[in-house]
C-alpha cells in the first residue's frame, strides 16, 4: 500500500497544509525513493489537475466528508483513468479498503457510477450541475468557483471562458522554456545573426531530445526568448544614455533579465531587492553580464531613500503580485492560493508605487509590470495612482491573456512625468 498511503498524504498535504506540490514530494522523497516518488509525483499531479472534478464527485455522489477521502478517490481515479500505474488491483483493493475503514461502505450504485467516472473523465454528467454554470466551468477547467466569477465579473463571461481555457493548459512559453537550454551570453552574437530577435534577451535554444520534439511548434534551429512579454515590453521602453535607471523587484521575473540587459551598456543600473531569497538566480546571472554600472541593494519600500540619493530616468517596478500565471503550471496553485492575501497584496501595490513616483526626473518614465490576470492589481493600480498623480501621464500600457496569440499574462503600464 506504499504507493496509495503516500499519495494519499501527499494530495491530503497540499490541500490542508497549503504546500506546493514541489515542496511536499521533496519531504516524500526522503522517505520512499527516486522510483517510488517518480510515480507519486505522475499520480499527484493528474489529480490535481482534476482535482474540482475528483472532489465535486467524492463528496455529491460517494458522500465524502474529509480531505484523505478525496484524496483516495483521486489516486484511483489518475491510476487506472490514465493507466499511470501498472497494477490497478492492488490500487483497486486499497481503494476499497481505505473507504471502509473510513466506515463508507459504497453501494453498487456509487461502485457503476466510479466505473463510468474513470472512463468518461471530465466529461462525466453530473444531474446536480448545470451545464454553463460556474460550477460546470470549474470542473471543466479545473479552476475554482471564485477565480471563474473573478473573471466573469471584471471582463466578461466570454472572455472568463476564453481565459479559463487556455488556463486549463499548458502555456507554449513554458512548454518551449523547458524543451531548451539557455544560449551562453558570449555566444548569442553568433546564433542571433540570422535571428530578429535582441542578444540581450533571456535566450534558449531547443534541446532535440525532449519529448516534444514531434510538436511542429518547435524546430531544431529554433531560439526563444523566454517570454513573448519581454521583447514587447522592451520595444517600448526609452532608449537612455548615461542615465539613472532603478529597478525595484518583488518578484522573481524573468523579464527583469532582459530590462536590466537593454540598459547594461551605457547606464548606471540600481536594483533594489525586496525579496532577496527569491530573486538570488536572477541576481546571480545578472553579476555574470558585462554591465556599466551595477549596484544591488536589499531593502523594502520605506528604505528607498537610503539608497536613492538622486532623481532616476527611469524606475520599473516589478511587484509581488496573486500570480495567478501560476495556475497554468503548477496544478495546485489555484486550489492552495489564499484569496484573504489580496487585499494586502494590492494595498502594498497601491502604496509602494505611490513611493516610487516620488524619485522619478523630470520627463523621466515610471513602469509598472505586472504578471496577473486580476484586474485589481493591473489597470485600476495605474488608474487609482493616476487620479492622485496628476504630474504623471501613461504613455503606453498592455494586457496580454492566456487566450491571445503567443500569449503570456501579463500587463504593462509606462508612465511619464510631465511635470
Not at 251 to 279: C, R, W
Amino acid at each position: 500500500m506504499q504507493i496509495f498511503d503516500n499519495s494519499v498524504s501527499c494530495i491530503s498535504t497540499i490541500i490542508k497544509d497549503k504546500k506546493s506540490l514541489s515542496e511536499v514530494l521533496r519531504d516524500n522523497y526522503k522517505t520512499i525513493g527516486r522510483e517510488a516518488n517518480r510515480t507519486i509525483l505522475s499520480i499527484v499531479g493528474l489529480c490535481l489537475r482534476n482535482y474540482f472534478l475528483i472532489n465535486h464527485f467524492a463528496r455529491s455522489i460517494l458522500k465524502a466528508t474529509t480531505v484523505e477521502e478525496v484524496a483516495a478517490l483521486g489516486v484511483l481515479f489518475s491510476t487506472i483513468a490514465f493507466n499511470k500505474y501498472s497494477n490497478k488491483d492492488e490500487i483497486t483493493n486499497d481503494f476499497n479498503a481505505f473507504y471502509k475503514n473510513n466506515g463508507i461502505e459504497l453501494t453498487e450504485e456509487q461502485n457503476n457510477l466510479i466505473k463510468i467516472l474513470l472512463e468518461k473523465k471530465k466529461n462525466f454528467d453530473f444531474k446536480d450541475i448545470n451545464k454553463g454554470s460556474f460550477e460546470f466551468f470549474s470542473i471543466k477547467f479545473n479552476l475554482p468557483v471564485w477565480l471563474l466569477k473573478m473573471l466573469a465579473h471584471q471582463y466578461d463571461r466570454g472572455m472568463m471562458v476564453n481565459i479559463a481555457k487556455a488556463c486549463s493548459k499548458m502555456p507554449l512559453q513554458y512548454a518551449l522554456k523547458n524543451s531548451f537550454v539557455e544560449v551562453p551570453f558570449d555566444q548569442r552574437a553568433e546564433l542571433l545573426k540570422d535571428f530578429q530577435f535582441d542578444e540581450k534577451l533571456d535566450l534558449y535554444k531547443y534541446l532535440p531530445e525532449n519529448s516534444l520534439k514531434n510538436n511542429p511548434l518547435v524546430k531544431s534551429d529554433c531560439l526563444i526568448p523566454v517570454q513573448i512579454a519581454s521583447s514587447e515590453l522592451l520595444k517600448h521602453l526609452p532608449i537612455l544614455n548615461n542615465k539613472e535607471v532603478m529597478v525595484f523587484l518583488e518578484h522573481k521575473d524573468p523579464i527583469f533579465f532582459g530590462v536590466v540587459m537593454k540598459y547594461a551598456e551605457n547606464n548606471k543600473i540600481s536594483l533594489i531587492n525586496k525579496y532577496p531569497q527569491k530573486t538570488y538566480s536572477l541576481v546571480e546571472k545578472i553579476k555574470k553580464c558585462p554591465i556599466r554600472q551595477f549596484k544591488n541593494y536589499e531593502t523594502d519600500e520605506t528604505g528607498i531613500t537610503t539608497y536613492v540619493d538622486s532623481l532616476q530616468d527611469l524606475i520599473i517596478y516589478f511587484p509581488e503580485t496573486s500570480s495567478l500565471d501560476y495556475v497554468r503550471r503548477r496544478p495546485e496553485y489555484s486550489i492552495i492560493f489564499d484569496t484573504n492575501t489580496l487585499d494586502s497584496l494590492i494595498g502594498n501595490q497601491n502604496k509602494t508605487i505611490d513611493e516610487l513616483s516620488k524619485h522619478v526626473e523630470l520627463d523621466g518614465r515610471l513602469i509598472y509590470a505586472c504578471n496577473t490576470i486580476n484586474i485589481k492589481e493591473t489597470v485600476l493600480v495605474v488608474y487609482k495612482f493616476l487620479e492622485k498623480h496628476k504630474e504623471f501621464k501613461e504613455e503606453f500600457s498592455q494586457s496580454s491573456f492566456p487566450c491571445d496569440p503567443n500569449n503570456s499574462i501579463y500587463y504593462y503600464s509606462i508612465l511619464r512625468r510631465i511635470k
